[in-house]
């Protein structure tokens, strides 16, 4: 079990735009289990390699069908296909969206920080796994956020960027007030 170094934001590494991945070694392998240990070890559903200071097209999910978490849709949500299971995204391309839908979402880059975030209700996406084999999803409800919210994250793009300047301003400032220890150069 290796968990890695989350980096909190303002990292620079959270706002450059990823790498298509090209090997499907065991390096790479290993990596995405270490990703897996790190999101079971900090209690997160998902995990993009830039908040882990990797610049590789890399997503990590698993969403427990019982959380103990702020979102105030967790307790009313159905179970799904999707919970509980261990999904990794490499190279993901969003194909298609449909509706729009608001969660309240966190980021294990920004420490305690829940706010609102817009974005579709429902999502396809084409992935590699970390074997090199293609595969599509349908995702709904949180697995469709946590997704937009993971491929944001290789897209350079953290979550303050989809909220108002209001709200992205005040979250910046709480993010620079703690004097963050874990900023890289
Ligand atoms: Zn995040």
Known sequence: MTALRIFEWPSKVLEVP?????????????FVADMHDTMKETAGIGLAANQV??????????????RN???????????KWWHNKRFTFINPVVT????????????????????????????WVKA?????????VHADGLFAV??????DHIN?????????KLKSDRIKAKMLKRGNIHVDA
């Open 18 to 30: 990823a790498q298509e991945v090209v090997l499907f070694d065991n390096a790479l392998r290993a």
């Open 53 to 66: 200071g990797d610049l590789r097209r890399i997503v990590t999910i698993e969403i427990p069908s019982v």
């Open 69 to 79: 978490d702020k979102s105030e849709k967790s307790a009313t949500e159905e179970p």
């Open 96 to 123: 298609n969206s449909e509706g729009t839908d608001r969660w309240q979402e966190g980021c294990l880059s920004f420490p305690d920080i829940f706010d609102f975030v817009e974005r579709a209700s429902e999502v």
């Open 128 to 136: 590699f796994d970390e074997n090199g084999k293609e595969f599509e």
């Open 146 to 151: 946590c997704l937009q919210h993971e491929i």
């Open 156 to 164: 350079g793009i953290v979550f303050f960027k989809r909220m108002s």
